[in-house]
């Protein structure tokens, strides 16, 4: 008998690599791909009902068609010269996509996201689903990305640059700043912005979104990065208004409400893939957390 896999597929940047027959890439921070030049449906890339994983930062514009997806348990229809901008640690399925679909895609590993987000001065809260962010484009604002991707592509692939980093780097600063003034992505911390206070919170912010899937512990983040339990809380706090266990309640739920969409995806299998000792242990996580039971969300939302 076959073994049933539910488990969402850990979408890395060796795996696209893989899949797809070519692209235009810098290393393992900057991934570029298109239909249009290499004639590849994004089904290439990702299967429709699949869950994935992803482990870089995506920004997807749809140039023609229609597409069906669900981004950390949100819904979303992309139609034709939409933008769309998944943070790093997302979960995502593609539901439906129309029969001529055309597309251009940035991906970012973590190195090339937050180099640019630092020499911005930008903060990103990336696993909130409210965080998703996504427009239909103007005219201007759709040519815009295309000369930028276009001339990304063309630096990316122009082998003969002194100082081909410094192209890249600086190409993917301006897509951010363009990004964050047509998506209207917020670049402020709640509170006074104190440096050290400000690096722990994007360090727990990367634990998590690395980790909530195996660890539930609030102390096991403090020690990662050399704090108290107390001391982490009380930073959450200030630059989010949620305490630690809070985030980390809610982004575990995030990726199980995400898993329970899977039709063949049991109770029971959600809580071996979130690491949970028991079905009844996770049962109570998750009504502590949402409300209600696992089994009457699925009764409720998911029918």
């Keep these: 008998m076959a073994r049933n896999t539910n488990r969402y597929i850990e979408d890395t940047t060796e795996r696209v690599k ?35 994983h992803l482990q870089d930062t995506i920004v997807l514009v749809l140039v023609h068609g229609n597409i069906k997806l669900q981004v950390n348990n949100k819904e979303l229809t992309l139609s034709t010269r939409s933008c769309l901008y998944i943070p790093a640690y997302s979960i995502m399925r593609i539901m439906i ?14 190195k090339a996201h937050t180099r640019s987000l630092n020499d ?63 998506l209207d992505i917020s670049s402020e911390i709640k509170g006074d912005a104190i440096s050290q206070q400000e690096n722990i919170f994007r360090q727990f912010i990367e634990l998590l979104n690395k980790y909530a899937d195996k660890e539930r512990e609030v102390q096991f983040y403090a ?14 706090n200030t630059y989010s208004g949620k305490n630690t266990s ?12 995400q898993l329970m969409k899977e039709k063949r995806c049991k109770i029971q299998e959600v809580s071996v893939m979130l690491n949970f000792p028991s079905q009844s242990f996770f049962g ?13 969300y699925m009764m409720t939302e998911l029918n």
């Design 18 to 52: 893989s899949v797809a027959k070519s692209t235009a890439n810098y290393e393992d921070s900057t991934i570029l791909y298109d239909s249009q030049t290499h004639r590849t449906d994004i089904t290439a890339l990702y299967n429709i009902g699949k869950t994935y």
């Design 97 to 110: 996509k129309s029969m001529e679909t055309q597309f251009f895609l940035y991906r970012f590993g973590e």
């Design 120 to 182: 911005l001065y930008m903060y990103n809260d990336r696993i909130s689903a409210e965080n998703v962010y996504y427009k239909k484009l103007s005219d201007k604002e759709f040519k815009y990305l295309k000369t930028h991707y276009d001339e990304t592509v063309e630096g990316i692939n122009y082998h003969d640059f002194t100082h081909r980093d410094i192209y890249v780097r600086s190409y993917n600063n301006i897509l951010h700043i363009f990004l964050a003034n047509i």
């Design 223 to 236: 020690r990662q990065i050399g704090i108290t339990p107390k001391y982490l809380s009380t930073i959450t």
């Design 246 to 257: 809070t985030w980390i309640a809610e982004y575990v739920v995030t990726l199980a409400k």
């Design 284 to 296: 109570r996580f998750f009504k502590r957390t949402v409300g209600i039971s696992p089994k009457r």
